[in-house]
């Protein structure tokens, strides 16, 4: 049995529960190898059964490495778990409440995280793919024509999304950031359609082979600009060189921000130091203020400090970081993009 299930089984064992069921897609495809495309429920027991989707019955035939059945209707599948003696059961954090509502009168029910617990280490051969989605997205990068006048904000976007699929991703791993001018000063701006104004703000990534890449970088014009990059590239840089096995992540985000703040911009910074990555662009651990997840051989974090001056501009710098004895960053796209 796959060695993701048996982790699983001895959580279950250790916490006296029967049974865990996962509806999540990429928590799915994590421990099965196929990925649902209308709705699956994984239930994870000795003998695990994935009750799949109509539609999904011949790409769940086909990839999956848990048996299948044909999906009939909620009381044929609570029956069958009743059947078998299930009592007990847990159930992912982000399980719909529509859905829990459909076995809480049946089983005793526990939120527990055992996949996610799972997936926050890497093997190598994760660490393989999100390496081959970042040198995807880094060659796309660079093959853009970012600085033509001409360009707007969408069609920069638009550009680099198609590079990707070109250089080989699936997709993009989360909606492509440009943005520019005053605009840079929100985290998560949408592309305009307007022409690119200064600074650029592009924030990126590919998917490879189900796994994702996230990559940030600023193009800087004046010398308040500059100020505010080096700054950045300064925490990011020292937060990298900080990272190893052993320290909580909460130290990795502190080491960011204490010299953010340092600068008199720790107002300004105002989201975490990086996240994890994977099948899902964010995933757990993270380096943030309040994670006290100790860091671990095998978990890849993205580093991505930032300062966003309101009405004014903001810049970001990310890379994302696969630990062994220290932190060592995927991808070789410089920081400074000229």
């Not at 209707?73 to 778990?81: D, K, P, R, T």
């Not at 949408?190 to 990559?215: F, H, M, R, T, V």
Request: hydrophobic fraction near 35%; charge should be negative.
């Amino acid at each position: 049995m796959d060695i993701h299930i048996n982790n699983i089984l001895n959580d279950l064992k250790k916490d006296n529960i029967q049974a865990y069921l996962l509806t999540k897609f990429t928590n799915v495809e994590y421990i099965s190898n196929y990925k649902p495309t209308s709705f699956a429920f994984c239930i994870i027991k000795e003998n695990p059964i994935i009750y799949v989707s109509s539609m999904d019955m011949e790409i769940a035939k086909n990839n999956s490495s848990i048996e299948i059945k044909e999906y009939e209707s909620f009381e044929v599948m609570i029956g069958e778990l009743k059947a078998e003696g299930i009592k007990s059961l847990a159930i992912e954090p982000t399980l719909p409440f529509s859905t829990y509502e459909k076995f809480r009168n049946d089983f005793s029910i526990e939120s527990k995280n055992y996949v996610d617990k799972q997936r926050m280490i890497k093997t190598p051969s994760e660490i393989e793919k999100i390496t081959k989605a970042t040198e995807i997205a880094q060659k796309s990068f660079l093959d853009l024509d970012i600085l033509n006048n001409a360009n707007m904000e969408n069609e920069v976007a638009f550009d680099l999304v198609r590079l990707m699929i070109e250089n080989g991703a699936e997709k993009e791993s989360f909606d492509t950031i440009v943005t520019s001018g005053a605009n840079s000063s929100l985290p998560h701006a949408i592309p305009q359609a307007k022409k690119l104004d200064q600074p650029i703000l592009i924030d990126w990534g590919a998917i490879y082979e189900g796994y994702c890449s996230d990559n940030t970088r600023t193009m800087v014009y004046t010398e308040k600009q500059q100020e505010i990059w080096d700054i950045v590239a300064e925490a990011h840089d020292k937060a990298i060189k900080a990272i190893r096995p052993g320290l909580k992540c909460c130290e990795i985000d502190k080491v960011a921000r204490d010299i953010i703040i340092d600068y008199g911009y720790g107002d300004r910074f105002i989201h975490s130091t990086g996240h994890s990555l994977g099948l899902d662009i964010h995933e757990t651990p993270g380096f943030s203020l309040r994670d006290e997840t100790v860091v671990e051989k095998g978990m890849v974090i993205t580093v991505e400090p930032g300062i966003y001056i309101e009405g004014e501009f903001g810049v970001r710098l990310e890379d994302t970081v696969s630990i062994s004895k220290r932190g060592n960053v995927i991808g070789d796209l410089p920081l400074d993009i000229v």
